[in-house]
């Protein structure tokens, strides 16, 4: 096939939602469905033997919560799907944020019981942001919920875009019956799944057929009425608006139960687009370009704690990758031969031949790569949009065992790295080092990881900063001398951007009215070079 024909094929997209939605159950059974696996994990019972495929961390498995992204590659239907599934928990929204810079579409899960949760608003304004097409999938109809009706008109008021349902439950919880596919005009007869696909559905032709009304009663007579009056009251569907993040089609089931997994996962080759042009700041770099382009847009150390390793993975932007080929990093100029790149699905390994824009490649290395690197055969261009958050939340963090300090700043700089915790090293004196975080969770899952994973039993104390700011002047010697008068307040992160540490947002204002000529940041570009303005 022509690099052309191979990137038609492509699907790439995230599953976003807010926790305890069902998201890592619904990527198993997506998994499950797609013939990736033969048996589903259990993701409920926290202690069991499996655990979900995409959960490989062991603090994960402990507590039954995605805390870290991970992706997996299948084939369904001549289709190459790349689904990458994020953390719900709102403490690693930067992560899940980085991801979406990666994906080509969203599938946006909904808890049918709690609606339109917060962290399912703030990462649909980021989706919104980067007109990124929605699918949207309301899990849980075997328990008791919210009417459908009440839950369109929930989304509607959330999204602000058109919501089309292109299926319809018929009862729920106790009484939940199936699902009427709106567009192929028949009912999928619920039947309460396992861990395995079934082997075939009960389908009932037609919305008017006698049967249904007989066979289920009252309870197919209501949803019949609801999905007339939907039908009637909602625009048509339309594939331009959906891929211009105008439209979000709707489908409803039970992930757990193995229901409505088959029309979602129809829908993801059927709807969600191709790999499309990646804005860079030189240009705009199209998909089908004869020549190599990815960008690092995550990085994870430890996957493999056994062998210490560290992968970065790359959205291969324009191209096809081949083994052994030698690529340039931009941000050095330095060239890599990759011989050893994989391909993932979830902790499981491939070594990959060949791979095409929209593909997610895992590359081993040992520090060379970081978190928004460029490689290319040749070319220096830089893609935009990776951002880092200033952090809400700090904590000092010292070792228990001095002798075992080394290892400290080497689980911290690599955990830094890949944006699992901002690090920040404080200009005065050695003091000890500084964590960032969003959220309280982040802090208890680095201090886990660097236990279980580096060996190191770390203290983390409260700090008495609690706002950042990354700093710049249009003229340096301003910088300079900010810095020497501010020393007890300056720290440097992980790429060496200086950041403004105050111990309240009144120091903070204070600080800017004093010194105007400096500019105080609360987001900063992956290259630490690249601020936008706060």
């Not at 007869?189 to 075939?200: S, W």
């Not at 891929?243 to 089609?249: F, W, Y």
């Not at 932007?317 to 100029?333: D, P, Q, V, W, Y």
Request: contains cysteine; negative net charge.
């Amino acid at each position: 096939m022509s690099i052309s024909q191979e990137v038609a094929r492509r699907r790439t997209f995230a599953i976003i939602s807010h926790p305890d939605a069902g998201k890592t159950t619904l990527t198993e059974k997506l998994l499950l469905f797609a013939g990736a696996i033969q048996i589903a994990g259990s993701v409920k019972a926290r202690k069991a033997a499996r655990h979900a495929s995409s959960d490989w961390m062991s603090i994960e498995q402990q507590r039954g919560i995605s805390v870290a992204s991970s992706v997996m590659q299948v084939e369904y239907r001549d289709c190459v799907i790349n689904l990458l599934d994020t953390p719900g928990h709102q403490d690693f929204s930067e992560d899940t944020y980085r991801v979406l810079t990666a994906v080509d579409a969203a599938l946006m899960v909904i808890d049918a019981a709690n609606g339109v949760e917060p962290q399912t608003e703030r990462l649909l304004q980021v989706c919104r942001a980067r007109n990124t097409p929605i699918i949207t999938f309301i899990n849980k109809l075997d328990r008791e919920v919210q009417e459908p009706l009440d839950l369109i008109s929930e989304l509607e008021a959330h999204l602000d875009m058109d919501v089309i349902p292109l299926a319809w439950p018929v009862g729920m919880g106790r009484n939940f019956k199936g699902v009427f596919d709106i567009q192929r005009n028949h009912m999928r007869v619920f039947k309460a799944g396992q861990d395995r696909k079934p082997n075939e559905d009960e389908i009932i032709s037609e919305l008017n057929n006698p049967i249904l009304e007989e066979r289920f009663g009252s309870t197919f007579a209501d949803a019949k009425e609801e999905i007339e009056l939907v039908s009637e009251a909602s625009v048509p569907f339309s594939i331009s608006e959906f891929l211009k993040g105008k439209q979000t089609p709707v489908f409803f089931g039970s992930a757990i139960n193995n229901f409505g997994v088959q029309e979602v996962l129809d829908a993801l080759v059927d709807m969600a687009p191709p790999p499309g042009p990646r804005n860079a700041i030189e240009r705009d770099v199209m998909p089908d370009e004869k020549k190599f382009t990815g960008m690092v847009f995550k990085v994870q150390a430890n996957m493999d704690p056994a062998h210490r390793d560290r992968v970065a993975f790359v959205r291969v932007s324009s191209g096809r990758f081949e083994r052994g080929m030698r690529l340039r990093i931009a941000r050095t100029g330095k060239d890599i031969r990759l011989n050893n790149v994989v391909s993932f699905l979830s902790q499981r390994r491939d070594i990959l031949e060949q791979a095409y824009a929209g593909d997610v490649i895992g590359i081993p290395n040992h520090g060379v790569l970081q978190l928004g690197d460029v490689l290319t055969e040749g070319e220096t261009i830089h893609f935009t949009g990776l951002p880092f958050f200033a952090p809400e939340l700090f904590q000092a963090v010292e070792v228990k065992d001095p002798l075992r300090s080394k290892q400290l700043r080497t689980g911290l700089k690599q955990l830094g790295e890949e944006g699992a915790i901002q690090v920040f090293r404080p200009q005065a004196g050695a003091g000890s080092l500084l964590l960032g975080a969003i959220g309280q969770l982040q802090f208890e899952v680095v201090a886990e990881r660097l236990a279980s994973e580096y060996g190191v039993d770390a203290m983390l104390m409260p700090s008495r900063y609690n706002v950042a700011r990354w700093i710049t002047a249009d003229e340096p010697k301003e910088l300079e001398k900010f810095i020497r008068s501010n020393q007890s307040n300056i720290a440097y992160d992980v790429v060496d951007a200086p950041a403004f540490l105050a111990t309240s947002s009144a120091h903070l204002r204070v600080t800017q009215d004093l010194y105007p000529s400096i500019k105080f940041h609360n987001m900063r570009e992956h290259s630490g070079q690249v601020f936008n303005e706060s």
